[in-house]
């Protein structure tokens, strides 16, 4: 009751109070973009808001199997919100979070770090990852279950826009050249050798999340 949400990582505060079972990865690093806030700047709001907002929200990969999996939490548990925390900052999470089904009046997305919420209730699924296994930024070992429901969620989200899956080819390729770090260096060279075998080559981030998920589980190789 009367909590409070703030910033883009959707840091959770107690009165002066951080709630240690959800620090990401038990990493004290991600209070460093606390500030404090006005009273006088503090949005109160009614009914229950509901986070899923957390370090590395930023990440395709961290969105899809963390912040979803704590959507998935809430929806395993039949827990209802009228309003839901989480940066929709890149085109990838409102894709996503439409595939979810989730209504975009309900979404509180933060811009910056001075945002701060205060709710009658505020609703806290736990992290669905929360070890360190000594990784630089983070463990990354998200719950199997949480993971498998999201899966299954966007799937079907995706086959609801009647994709035509027959434009896509059973060996895919995978280019990284669309990304902005982890390249292949001699992509180009090692495209050659699948080539021949019938492989086609695409960058994912020139097709919708649902085109991705279609893409890929029409794939045989």
Not at 39 to 60: F, L, M, N, R, W
Not at 203 to 221: F, R, S
Request: glycine share 6%.
């Amino acid at each position: 009751p009367n909590g409070r949400v703030q910033g883009i990582c959707g840091n959770v505060l107690l009165g002066n109070d951080f709630i240690k079972e959800l620090l990401w990865a038990g990493k004290f690093e991600s209070l460093s973009s606390v500030v404090i806030v006005p009273e006088s700047k503090v949005i109160k709001t009614h009914g229950k808001v509901a986070v899923i907002a957390q370090p590395a929200c930023d990440s395709y990969c961290h969105f899809m199997h963390e912040l979803l999996g704590r959507l998935a939490l809430l929806e395993m548990q039949g827990m209802e919100y009228d309003y839901l925390y989480v940066s929709v900052s890149k085109p990838f999470m409102q894709e996503m979070l439409e595939l979810w089904g989730v209504d975009v009046r309900k979404i509180i997305s933060p811009t910056q770090n001075n945002c701060c919420i205060q709710a009658e209730t505020l609703i806290l699924p736990s992290l669905v990852l929360n070890s360190n296994i000594g990784f630089v930024n983070a463990g990354f070992r998200p719950h199997p279950q949480t993971s498998e429901y999201v899966k299954n969620k966007l799937f079907q989200g995706a086959l609801r826009q009647n994709i035509d899956v027959s434009r896509f080819s059973k060996k895919v390729f995978i280019s990284r050249k669309d990304a902005p770090q982890r390249k292949i260096i001699n992509e180009d060279q090692i495209f050659e050798l699948f080539e021949p075998y019938g492989f086609v080559s695409y960058e994912l981030g020139t097709l919708t999340v649902a085109e991705q998920i279609m893409l890929l589980t029409n794939a045989d190789i």
